[in-house]
């Protein structure tokens, strides 16, 4: 057993025994605590960075390759559907294959875990509203170039939305920046036009994502 | 409680530790068992002896769910174990002050300042854990 506290606190005589056969004093105990504290505190959180990393590069390689395939097409007529949804998918799965990877590697259970849960579903939900909405504009007769806005924007726009709220569950200033930034970009961006959205959209969002990640260890309570 | 108002049951390394550790969860949270041991450095049937005391005394609950390679047995602090902990803070602060203030005394009767005396480390103690 691993009891390093078994001497009294220099000049603070007020050992007691503790009945697994130690002797702590209260100075002992109060670095115990300090210690205990401090590393639950740094060892129980759970780290969204392989996340954030995630994000950021696929919005940066997959938002720019898409960039470099659709510039410069006159007429637009952007990317094939199913080489939207199968990336939209593929960055569903690697957010919960991580968040849950997280989540498990911290060994924190209960209600937290619950609302992790909760905001994945919520994620998902976003993005089935996505492909839906979509289908609908190209059935109502939307041109390739709103659709176009549409792909690129509409993931941005679910992912701010989703973390401005986990914002609001955890109090968690950095997320709530990202969340803001995100739905800024998400607004913004479409100005550039079906093309440009992808750039504009790589680099605002996905160096965003990789600063946070970068900064992510630095910016939680020690 | 002990002459000097530290709980016994909490007032042990092993089981400060458990107990401060819990405290850093958030309120309806849990930690694995698994988890517990590597964050607090003991064997498991260590572990379990010590648990068994906080749960004796309703300060933790140790809840197993699943079966097999899935069974996962997680550890909470209850809020009885909560106020303890608190309860306990505010013994030591108070120890750790007047055995501050027993060791500064023989100076300020003398007039003398004396530069660098020891301090008590309450400066050390985490701040109350948040209900």
């Known amino acids: 057993m691993n009891e390093q506290a078994g001497t009294t606190g220099a000049g603070m005589g007020e050992a007691a025994g503790g009945d697994d056969g130690t002797t702590m004093g209260v100075a002992d105990a109060a670095v115990i605590m300090q210690e205990a504290s401090d590393r639950a505190r740094r060892q129980l959180r759970v780290s969204h960075r392989a996340t954030f990393t995630i994000w950021g590069l696929g919005l940066l390689l997959g938002y720019g390759s898409i960039w ?80 176009g806005v549409f792909e690129a924007s509409a993931p ?19 997320v709530l920046g990202l969340g803001i930034w995100l739905l800024v970009v998400a607004a913004v961006g479409g100005f550039a036009g079906p093309s440009g959205v992808w750039a504009v959209d790589a680099l605002a969002a996905g160096l965003a994502y990789l600063l946070m990640a970068a900064i992510e260890p630095r910016l939680r309570p020690s | 409680m002990n002459e000097d108002g530290l709980d016994p049951v909490i007032h042990a390394p ?83 002050d007047s055995a501050s203030s027993r060791l500064l005394s023989p100076h300020r009767q003398q007039g003398k300042r004396r530069l660098g005396a020891p301090r008590a480390p309450t400066a050390l103690l985490p701040r109350a854990p948040s209900a």
């Not at chain 1, 989703?162 to 109090?171: D, E, H, I, P, Q």
């Not at chain 2, 041991?37 to 699943?66: C, F, M, S, W």
């Open chain 2, 14 to 96: 092993a089981r400060l530790r458990i107990v401060v550790t819990l405290a850093a969860l958030r309120d309806g949270d849990d930690l694995s068992f698994t988890r517990l041991q590597e964050l607090i450095g003991l064997t498991p049937g260590n572990l379990i002896t010590h648990l068994r005391k906080l749960e004796d005394a309703g300060y933790v609950t140790a809840e197993k769910n699943g079966s097999g390679v899935t069974a996962r047995t997680s550890v909470a602090l209850t809020l009885a174990g909560r106020a303890a902990l608190e309860r306990y803070t505010t013994a030591l602060r108070q120890l750790l």
């Open chain 1, 156 to 174: 941005v726009l679910v992912a701010g939305l989703f973390y401005f709220t986990t914002s609001a569950v955890w109090l968690d200033w950095p």
């Open chain 1, 68 to 147: 470099l395939t659709v510039r410069g097409q006159q007429p637009f007529h952007g990317l094939p559907p199913a080489t939207f949804a199968v990336g939209a998918l593929l960055s569903s799965a690697s957010i919960m294959t991580g968040v849950a990877q997280a989540q498990a590697d911290s060994g924190v259970g209960g209600l937290s875990a619950v609302r992790q849960r909760i905001h994945l579903l919520a994620v998902l939900a976003g993005f089935a509203a996505m492909f839906a909405l979509e289908g609908a504009l190209a059935h109502t007769g939307a041109s390739r170039s709103v659709i």
